[in-house]
């Protein structure tokens, strides 16, 4: 599953990426990946100390990075130094995937094929790219687009005015009315002059038996993957950003945000409105009030509520002396 791509990709050299620098140990670059998946063919990137535990490990041929950083990164990568790493890197990706930091239209979408899905059940003016692949006994309902090279299990249902490009579904997936799936996230790195888009090359991955009420938009990855664990279930108008990683078993409720590059680990419960910040780990187990902001991790079977959430007995009490005071 991991080898499915989106975009095109030009085949490059390193030499060839980076030619205003000194590169030693050219290869073609095959994919560009973080740091705790990058193969030795592979471009990465180290732009924080928070990852050091990844680029001490990490397989890369070839990294991104800073003088202050270099130093973590095994002996045998060619590391190319640079001042903003983002900004590099955002370069780079624009020169072997031209096309993906604009979500442009898939313009070969055609009215549904019913001899060619005789298992699938469709609405009216339902739309299918190019090589999409439908698992047998899905129904997809009306005015819904699957834009090319996208894959959807067996016996999903999809409601109507549904968008999904980019994109992974398993089996038993339950898409509610409204939903976008795969667009491009809110990626950009804001410069003196103007804002420079950071392409985003990765997919959404929605693994089996979960359930996505109305109205949600699910943003796909930019480096990495956006994923939905097993039997996972999202209420309305829940925001899921690029690279998120929800576990299984998790309950959202309506209108929860993940801000981008957060993991969220199995059995979690969060209340409607809550707001994940981004790079964060939230650990199995936990329970996240309604409302609450959070700001930093949470480890393994924390409940927690408030702004900034912290223990829910630290919340109980700070509210029990307000109102004692009031």
């Avoid at 990765?202 to 979960?210: A, L, T």
Wanted: proline share 2%; hydrophobic share 35%; net charge positive.
């Amino acid at each position: 599953m991991k080898s499915i791509s989106f975009f095109s990709k030009k085949n490059m050299s390193l030499k060839q990426i980076f030619s205003n620098s000194k590169i030693k140990k050219n290869f073609i670059v095959e994919n560009i990946k973080p740091l705790h998946v990058a193969a030795f063919k592979d471009l990465t990137f180290f732009d924080s100390i928070k990852y050091k535990k990844f680029a001490l490990k990490t397989n890369a041929g070839a990294c991104i990075t800073t003088h202050s950083l270099e130093k973590f990164l095994p002996s045998k990568i060619q590391k190319i130094i640079v001042k903003n790493v983002l900004v590099e890197l955002a370069n780079v990706l624009k020169k072997i995937y031209p096309t993906a930091d604009i979500d442009y239209p898939d313009l070969d979408l055609r009215k549904a094929d019913k001899k060619k899905y005789k298992t699938v059940k469709f609405g009216n003016n339902v739309l299918i790219g190019k090589n999409v692949k439908l698992g047998n006994n899905t129904i997809i309902g009306s005015n819904t687009t699957i834009e090319k090279n996208v894959i959807i299990g067996k016996n999903c249902v999809l409601g109507s005015n549904v968008n999904i490009k980019n994109s992974v579904l398993g089996d038993r997936v339950m898409l509610q009315d409204n939903c976008n799936v795969g667009q491009k996230g809110f990626g950009f790195i804001p410069m003196k002059n103007k804002n420079i888009k950071f392409p985003h090359i990765g997919k959404v991955i929605i693994k089996d038996d979960v359930e996505i009420a109305s109205g949600c938009t699910i943003d796909r990855g930019s480096i990495d993957d956006t994923i939905i664990g097993k039997n996972t279930y999202l209420d309305n108008q829940v925001h899921v950003a690029h690279n998120v990683k929800i576990g299984s078993n998790c309950m959202i409720a309506g209108q929860v945000g993940f801000a981008g590059s957060s993991t969220i680990g199995n059995n979690v419960s969060i209340g409607g409105q809550s707001g994940i910040s981004g790079h964060l780990k939230i650990g199995n187990n936990v329970k996240i009030g309604g409302g609450s902001g959070v700001v930093k991790d949470i480890q393994d079977n924390e409940i927690v509520m408030g702004y900034p959430a912290e223990p829910l007995k630290d919340f109980l009490k700070k509210n029990k002396r307000k109102n004692e005071q009031n």
